[in-house]
């Protein structure tokens, strides 16, 4: 099928409206010009013009000229190349937006090189391998914004992918400095792998240096000191009723502090955080009578 074939059948097709078939020169010079384009910009896989010819078909938002010219055509080139298992389009995509894609992503979480390396591993497989009776995800792209940008949400996915992954298969955190919340006086306490202990570690510290004094105190002399309720409400003049509040209250306040120090540092949402960490029942006492 040559483009003026292409234009005349994309203009025939449902929907599109009466007339046009007046544009369909302009439509197929549009075509044409986009696809001498992708190929002067790669010329070893001007070997696959025809088919792409018909790809770049299948993408257009609209049978029009304007369409055409905002399909980015050199990348979309690229990735229909590679998704037919052609050499130099997956070492391109592969050297130009893969390698170090994961790594990025991954900065200031710690994560080990051997780790990453697999990670990337994962993604080149993600992109290229195709599963039986499907083409490759790389295949899936088409030409709306940047092929670097597409290939780069599929790196960040891969990132998320890997700590999940990674934080269900870790050993309990032995510092056990995060909980994640209270209910019905119980904490829950989230134990996370060893590449975001130090950033958890931070993160807590920097929310109890943020309590104030009385808040650190009424901490120290129940959790570390042992003082129970009624001890307390003793202590310090008031019901035990109030003592308790007080005490879920500053827990509360800590945890929420940590929560934001941490995504602070991570740069991931509440949502995300709540994702990556793995669930199991404890007590914040033990983290605080290491600190206090």
Known sequence: MNALELAATL????????????????????????????????????????????????????????????????????????????????????????????????????????????????????????????????????????????????????????????????????SGVLAKHVAHKDLELDFVKEAYRPAFKEAFHEALASLDARERLLLKQHAVDGLGIDALGELHGVHRATAARWIAKVREDLLERTREAFQKRMNVGRAEFESLLRLARSQLDVSLRRVL
């Open 11 to 174: 203009l025939r097709a449902p929907g599109v409206s009466p007339g046009a078939e007046a544009d369909v020169s302009l439509l197929a010079n549009g075509l044409t010009s986009a696809v001498e384009r992708a190929c002067l910009a790669h010329p070893a896989l001007a070997k696959h013009r025809d088919p792409f010819l018909v790809r770049l078909g299948e993408v257009l938002e609209a049978p029009t000229p304007e369409a055409v010219a905002k399909v980015k055509a050199e990348d979309l080139l690229l990735a229909f190349a590679a998704a037919r298992g052609d050499t130099y389009a997956v070492t391109t995509i592969e050297r130009e937006h893969v390698r170090g894609s994961a790594a990025g992503r991954l900065r200031g979480q710690r994560f080990l090189p051997d780790e990453i390396a697999e990670i990337e591993q994962g993604l080149r497989e993600h992109l290229f391998v195709a599963k039986p009776g499907t083409q490759p995800k790389i295949g899936q792209y088409a030409g709306k914004g940047d092929l670097g940008g597409w290939v780069a949400v599929s790196a960040t996915r891969a990132a998320l992918r890997a700590r999940k992954r990674t934080s269900r298969e870790v050993a309990v955190d032995e």
